[in-house]
């Protein structure tokens, strides 16, 4: 501190003392509502799904099939389609090769669904004019307010020498709708 030019230095101590006696516990309060319980997992049910190596135009024929859990309500497998009979969100992946070496009109590979009457084509794996062999994965999540049915076609040009091998493809019923 400066008064009249002068500086003072002040260095004081104020003593601490005892703690005291600490009070009694407060009773516990009342238990709020219970909230929504949230998912266990982020799996409901779950099909893999093998299809036949095939250089053939239309639906790829399935030749092995696994659900988990084996006893759901969820997936069936008709001839070479797979029924989901569950609205709600749905993630799938396909994966495999796909290869032309014909290069005129390139060959697709979709992931088509399918209810009542009314097809989708939503997945699509493309050869691009540059490529001859692709190996690719695909993944995408939906919602579906419908129960479908799933498939996957070779689409190609009849001169094509398009062919379709090591394709899987694995659809999850997601927890929540």
């Known amino acids: ?15 601490k003392g005892e703690t005291g006696d600490r009070g009694l516990k407060g009773a516990i309060g009342p238990t709020g509502l219970t909230g929504n319980r949230g998912p266990v997992n ?39 389609f797979i029924s989901f009979s569950r609205t709600g969100y749905y993630e799938f992946y396909i994966s495999g090769l796909l290869e032309e070496e014909i290069k005129s009109n390139r060959a697709v590979l979709y992931l ?6 009314n ?3 939503y997945m ?3 050869l691009s004019n540059d490529e001859e ?3 690719f994965t695909a993944k995408r999540i939906k919602r579906f307010s419908y129960p479908q049915d799933v ?9 094509s020498n398009a062919r379709a091998e090591n394709v899987i493809m694995i659809i999850k019923k997601l927890p929540f709708s």
């Open 1 to 15: 501190m400066k008064e009249m030019d002068k500086e003072y230095l002040l260095n004081l101590t104020i003593p």
């Open 42 to 80: 982020f799996l409901e049910s779950m099909a893999f799904v093998e299809y036949k190596p095939t250089d053939t135009n239309g639906t790829l024929e399935i030749v092995n099939v696994a659900f988990l859990p084996q006893t759901n309500n969820i997936f069936q497998r008709h001839d070479n």
């Open 112 to 117: 088509r669904t399918q209810h009542q009457a």
């Open 119 to 121: 097809f989708n084509n």
């Open 124 to 126: 699509t794996i493309r």
């Open 133 to 135: 062999k692709i190996y």
């Open 151 to 159: 498939s996957l076609l070779l689409n190609k040009s009849s001169d």
